[in-house]
């Protein structure tokens, strides 16, 4: 039976309990023990697929094709293990399995209420395809006290009960300040905060006290007396300075030894972190770097392109090179100033997007990159923009554009109204807007002789999209015979999957999403590839 490991949060959000559940987990396989991590979303959202980046940050892809929550890609890139759809849920997919059972007569005449119906089905989604695992670790969203979060700490609170609670830990991550003005630490938020927790029924057994200072012994005496809680487990987590430091920061306070003690387990194998050492000297020691510029909408929000920021780190590591990650707003990015901003660019970065918005800074962002011979990768959005620009600059079509911003233009980018997965039609829609895209994980066969086919080293390739328009293939023949070519395509080849330019020192576009299956101790190969080439161009 599986044991399961509830995390949760206090005082303010944005703590990281993405990253302390994504290190803890990367600790107990370590210690030779298989682990699942799940996200709980309080939001009445269905998914986060239709949220702006400014309200959520980055939509995380799956292999199977959910759009979920930023903090499974912590969750893939440290432990390894391949998220699926039943791995995330908010509150509005809880509500409409429910009501979509009420409708249907399932709960045979009885009144539906948050307490069982909400919460029994949120312990359905816990349990879920988790027979075979050691550890379950379930984070909470949000942060206790917030009215969107009862049902689930509800939810858990029963969990516990039903399975045994030596089948279930509580750990609660929480911030403890420091308070400049007058030179001291505060526990009192870590009580009021544990206090609330208590008052809904949990106790946590584990308190990690995020601080941005070392936390005397004195204050976590404190904290274990007026929290109930053994002084061995609570846990002080100090801001590191890269993310990558959170394993070796969470293996010397032993919170995963904590774990094993608390199950009354032991260790398997011993741990080794040099890679993550390693990885942490390089971002923080290596006096060479170079400037990676990402142009694109949502720069503003850091969190907007979170995958696409580590994978870009990810790159710096293989090539032994700190990236310094200059963020461009394509909106205010104009012709005449594309000189002065982009003149200490070693490469140029155009992400995913939707909308018309920003496109104009896009295209004369790439006609600089095409031009001056700075190496260029298009994601998803960042290839239709190079299309566009390559019809308008180099085909002499003027008016070439996409459906999805101009429906009575040239259309070398157009809505895919069907495509084939697995042997089955899947059919496109632009009316709802939620799952309806090219989601998930498609193959691509890469054309021989391609610089890309050199970059993977492989016929075949599986990358995640989130998409719903595509290149269109009926301009293929032109494209190619000014030295713009389709080197990947669907297997059915009827969709143009990857384009490079040749006569180029670097320049590729891809419709997928490479970011999503970018790891630090095993990066990707297409941006390990980008920055080699973004430091020789300088």
Not at 236 to 264: C, G, H, N, Q
């Amino acid at each position: 039976m599986a044991r399961y490991i509830f995390v949760t949060g206090g005082v303010v959000s944005s703590l990281g309990k993405g990253l302390s559940s994504a290190s803890l987990a990367y600790l107990l396989q370590s210690r030779g023990y298989k682990v699942r991590l799940r996200k709980l979303d309080p939001y009445l959202n269905i998914d986060p697929g239709t949220m702006s980046p400014f309200q959520h940050g980055e939509v995380y892809v799956t292999d199977d094709g959910a759009e979920t929550d930023l903090d499974l890609g912590h969750y893939e890139r440290f432990s390894g293990v391949i998220a699926k759809k039943t791995d995330n849920i908010t509150t509005g997919k809880i509500y409409s399995d429910v009501l979509k059972k009420e409708r249907k007569g399932k709960y045979l005449g009885k009144t539906v209420q948050v307490i069982p119906h909400i919460t029994d089905r949120i312990k359905e989604f816990i349990k879920n395809d988790s027979s075979k695992e050691d550890f379950v670790i379930c984070e909470i969203g949000g942060i206790v006290g917030d009215i969107e979060s009862l049902p689930f700490i509800e939810a858990i609170r029963q969990f516990a009960n039903d399975i045994g609670k030596k089948n279930a830990l509580f750990i609660h991550l929480t911030l403890v300040p420091y308070l400049k003005s007058s030179d001291e630490i505060k526990t009192k938020p870590t009580q009021h905060s544990v206090k609330e927790l208590r008052s809904i029924g949990v106790q946590p057994d584990i308190i990690i006290c995020r601080s941005e200072r070392p936390i005397p012994l004195e204050h976590r005496k404190k904290i274990s007396l007026f929290c109930n809680v053994n002084i061995k487990n609570v846990i002080e987590t100090v801001d590191v300075k890269t993310i990558y430091e959170a394993p070796i920061s969470f293996y010397k306070e032993k919170l995963d030894l904590r774990v094993l003690d608390y199950f009354k387990l032991k260790s398997r194998k011993s741990i080794n972190l040099d890679p993550w050492k390693k990885i942490t000297k390089i971002i923080l020691k290596t006096n060479k770097q170079i400037n990676i510029a990402i142009i694109g909408k949502y720069v503003e929000l850091k969190d907007a392109y979170k995958s696409l920021d580590e994978a870009l780190i990810h790159g710096g590591i293989e090539n032994n090179i700190k990236i310094n990650l200059i963020r461009i707003d394509s909106e205010k990015l104009k012709v005449s100033d594309i000189h002065s901003k982009l003149k200490d660019i070693s490469g140029i970065l155009i992400p995913g997007g939707f909308g018309k918005r920003g496109t104009d800074g896009k295209i004369a962002a790439i006609k600089y990159a095409r031009d001056n011979n700075v190496p260029f990768l298009g994601i998803c959005y960042g290839m239709q923009m190079a299309i566009i620009e390559f019809a308008r600059n180099i085909l002499n079509l003027k008016k070439a554009t996409s459906s999805e911003f101009d429906k009575k233009g040239l259309h070398v980018v157009g809505l895919i109204e069907e495509w084939v997965k697995n042997g089955r039609t899947i059919k496109g829609t632009d009316k709802d807007l939620g799952g309806t895209m090219r989601l998930g994980s498609y193959e691509a066969k890469l054309k021989d002789n391609s610089m890309i086919k050199k970059i993977y080293g492989k016929k075949i390739i599986n990358e995640r999209h989130r998409h719903r328009y595509e290149v269109n293939i009926n301009f293929k023949d032109k494209f190619e015979k000014k030295g713009l070519i389709f080197s990947g395509l669907s297997p059915d080849g009827l969709l143009p999957e990857i384009i490079e330019l040749k006569n180029h020192p670097w320049f590729i576009g891809v419709q997928f999403h490479p970011e999503f299956r970018s790891r630090p101790l095993a990066p990707h190969p297409l941006f390990s590839s980008f920055i080699k080439a973004s430091k020789n161009h300088r």
